[in-house]
């Protein structure tokens, strides 16, 4: 059974205060591990995917990497629109399997 | 490219009624899929199509659950005798027929049973 945990739950930064989220995973081969960003009442909003260990990928302040057990999203002197749910997911390779995997998200907040 | 549409946005019914949602995925997309998420929860997979045929059923959707494609356009999700625990949103995504895209989510039908 495909698993996806993140961590923190929730995490309060000051307006400019780099942190990191993590994605820890466990799939019978590893297709490939998105990440979405949910605002309260939307649905997730595709961000990236990385395929294998070692990939990186960025957009604006936001910086995804990759290693063959967890996933980190890192987020540079981030900005109060910035603040959202971030889920991870995970699509295990195996033939007519399309599914994504999901983990519970971390919930962050950036204070002014 | 419009997006992923979902309709209705919100759903209010008593428990034991039938309810249809309806989807609308992006305009070139011939794979469409069906996610359920509760409060604090992720989205958890509940069933996709290519086209009109529907490829994977997950174990969470029961048989009081039914969902069709018939043109391979649009699609509808139906909850036959709703219960207190179908209380949830049903999102929509859909994407190309290449495994290696992303699947892109509509706003989702969030369904209170009363």
């Known amino acids: 059974e495909d698993q996806v945990t993140q961590s923190p739950e929730a995490l309060r930064l000051q307006e400019g205060e780099s942190s990191s989220l993590n994605c820890s995973y466990t799939?019978?081969?590893?297709?490939?591990l998105f990440w979405y960003r949910q605002d309260p009442g939307k649905g997730p909003e595709f961000l990236f995917t990385?395929?294998?260990a070692g990939e990186e990928k960025e957009k604006e302040r936001l910086k995804a990497t990759l290693t063959k057990k967890e996933s980190f999203l890192h987020i540079t002197a981030p900005k109060p629109e910035d603040s959202a749910t971030y889920l991870c997911?995970?699509?295990?390779?195996?033939?007519?399997?399309?599914?994504?995997?999901f983990g519970t998200g971390t919930r962050l907040t950036i204070i002014p | 490219d419009t997006g992923v549409s979902q309709n209705p946005r919100h759903k209010i019914t008593k428990r034991g009624q039938n309810v249809t949602f309806r989807c609308d995925p992006i305009?070139?997309?011939?794979?469409l899929y069906w996610y359920r998420q509760t409060l604090g929860q992720g989205p958890e997979f509940l069933t996709y199509?290519?086209?009109?045929?529907?490829?994977?059923k997950s174990r969470l959707l029961s048989d009081r659950f039914s969902a069709e494609r018939p043109k391979g356009s649009f699609s509808t999700l139906e909850i036959q005798r709703t219960e207190q625990g179908d209380s949830a949103m049903y999102l929509c995504?859909?994407?190309?027929?290449?495994?290696?895209?992303?699947?892109?989510f509509g706003d989702g039908t969030r369904l209170s049973i009363l």
């Open positions: 995504a859909s994407s190309l027929a290449d495994s290696y895209q992303p699947q892109h």
């Open positions: 799939v019978s081969g590893l297709r490939g």
């Open positions: 997911a995970v699509q295990r390779n195996h033939f007519g399997n399309e599914k994504l995997t």
């Open positions: 305009s070139e997309h011939n794979r």
């Open positions: 990385l395929y294998s």
């Open positions: 199509f290519q086209n009109e045929a529907q490829l994977e």
